[in-house]
């Protein structure tokens, strides 16, 4: 099991920024796809980006082009750089890592979550 502490969540108003954190323990980080994900008031949780141990990318099409995922290696952290924020992503958002090395990811590992409030 893979631990995860997200942090750097807030109130922020609509088009600001803001960049979440996500420590994960382990030696083996660099193996893990990483993911972030969001459960919004009264909606079920969805997907916002995904990171592989390659660098590959995916986004929600509703986060193109405004939210960046990265991941740093050798801090075994992942980020979530969220800018021109809007209301409707007011949200809990949670790290989640996937061990799988083959196939399509499994999320198994999940953090507390941190939130994230945009005013309007």
């Known amino acids: 099991q893979v631990q995860l502490v997200e942090s750097g969540g807030g109130l922020v108003q609509a088009e600001g920024s803001l960049r979440l954190s996500c420590a994960a323990s382990g030696s083996i980080f660099s193996t893990y796809t990483m993911g972030w994900f969001r459960r919004a008031p009264g909606k079920q949780r969805e997907l916002v980006a995904t990171?592989?141990?390659?660098?590959?990318?995916n986004y929600a099409d509703s986060v193109k082009g405004r939210f960046t995922i990265s991941r740093d290696n050798a801090k075994n952290t992942v980020y979530l750089q969220m800018n021109s924020l809007k209301p409707e992503d007011t949200a809990v958002y949670y790290c989640?890592?996937?061990?799988?090395?083959?196939?399509?990811?499994?999320?198994?590992?999940w953090g507390q979550g941190t939130q994230v409030i945009v005013s309007s």
């Open positions: 989640a890592a996937s061990t799988k090395l083959t196939g399509n990811p499994y999320f198994g590992s």
């Open positions: 990171i592989t141990r390659g660098g590959s990318t």
